[in-house]
């Protein structure tokens, strides 16, 4: 449909309304967005866009695959926080550099910290094998609960709605839809975890990002690769040696890598475990657009299948979800 901006200035509404197939205010696919919002992590970047639907224009700084514990902003990132009405922050640990970007860049959008709004518990509070160092902080890793989700997408709706009142129906629609997708993704993971023999749920990771879901769906964290809630950290030779002996003791067949880390760690732990690598989980951050981990439902599903069908040894696998 490009060619229709080569028409000339004279040319009539009429074969105009012919071309686009469409009246005003039909939602054509050129219309400029009524408003434009930022979003730090992949995570969140896919919740607004959700609620956003073609109303609001949504920049994502991450990009996905990358971890958010480890990103270098770019100068075009102060430009999109400066102009955003909304900056939509995972908050916490996770996106501290967003702060600095918000600063830099000037801008008088609302600041939204989801973590702040969500549910939280305390990192690395009744994980064994982890020594005292998991100090009592607040675990940013929020979304791996999806009914903090359903909070979370409620909270960008309401702050959507006052930024850009005139769109109030339409963000109204779209939350209420994709809260309905929320409460079935819940539901499904749940059953499908629920398959699992209660012995066999227990989860050993990179680092300490699926507190939330542990928490919610009644898996055990034995233990991680990285024992603390941020992937900056690095085990020490004994951290590393009582976690080999927790998965033997424990019998967990299988450590969990995770997809923006490389899994040398996770490798050389399971080697000397007996344990197998398991397929990577979609952490901290999103998978590309051809990967099931592109929206966050597909990767909750993708992280299920992946923890169910790998503590089960292939037995198991959430068919038909
Ligand atoms: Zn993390």
Redesign the pocket.
């Known amino acids: 449909m490009t060619y229709r901006l080569l028409l000339p200035p004279f040319a009539s509404v009429g074969l105009i309304a012919v071309l686009t197939g469409c009246g005003p205010g039909s939602g054509e696919p050129s219309r400029p967005a009524a408003v434009q919002v930022s979003a730090t992590t992949t995570q969140v970047a896919d919740l607004v866009r959700n609620v956003a639907g073609d109303r609001a224009e949504v920049n994502g700084i991450l990009p996905p695959n990358a971890d958010?514990?480890d990103y270098e902003p770019r100068p075009s990132d102060v430009a999109a926080l400066g102009e955003a009405a909304v900056v939509f922050k995972s908050g916490g640990d996770?996106d501290l550099f967003a702060d600095q970007l918000i600063e830099a860049g000037g801008g008088d959008g609302e600041v939204v910290a989801l973590l702040d709004r969500v549910t939280t518990i305390e990192g690395g509070d009744d994980h064994e094998g982890e020594e005292e160092h998991a100090e009592d902080a607040v675990d940013?890793?929020w979304w791996q609960d999806p009914r903090n989700a359903v909070v979370a997408v409620e909270a960008i709706r309401d702050a959507l709605i006052t930024a850009d009142p005139g769109g109030a129906e339409t963000y109204e629609t779209n939350a209420a839809d994709y809260l309905d997708e929320l409460e079935t993704l819940d539901d499904q993971i749940a059953g499908c975890i629920g398959e699992l023999a209660p012995e066999r749920r227990k989860l050993v990771t990179e680092?300490?990002?699926l507190g939330y879901y542990a928490d919610r769906y009644g898996l055990e964290i034995i233990g991680t690769t990285i024992p603390a809630?941020?992937?900056q950290a690095r085990p020490s030779a004994g951290d590393t040696a009582a976690l080999v002996d927790l998965i033997r003791s424990e019998d967990v067949p299988v450590i969990f890598p995770e997809s923006a880390l490389n899994p040398k760690l996770a490798t050389a732990i399971a080697a000397e475990a007996d344990a197998t690598v398991g397929e990577p989980l979609y952490?901290?951050t999103l998978g590309p657009a051809d990967s099931e981990g592109a929206t966050y439902i597909g990767a909750m599903r993708a992280n299920t299948a992946t923890i169910v069908s790998g503590l089960s040894g292939g037995a198991l696998g959430c068919e038909g979800q």
């Open positions: 958010p514990h996770l940013p890793h680092h300490d990002a809630l941020t992937t952490a901290d």
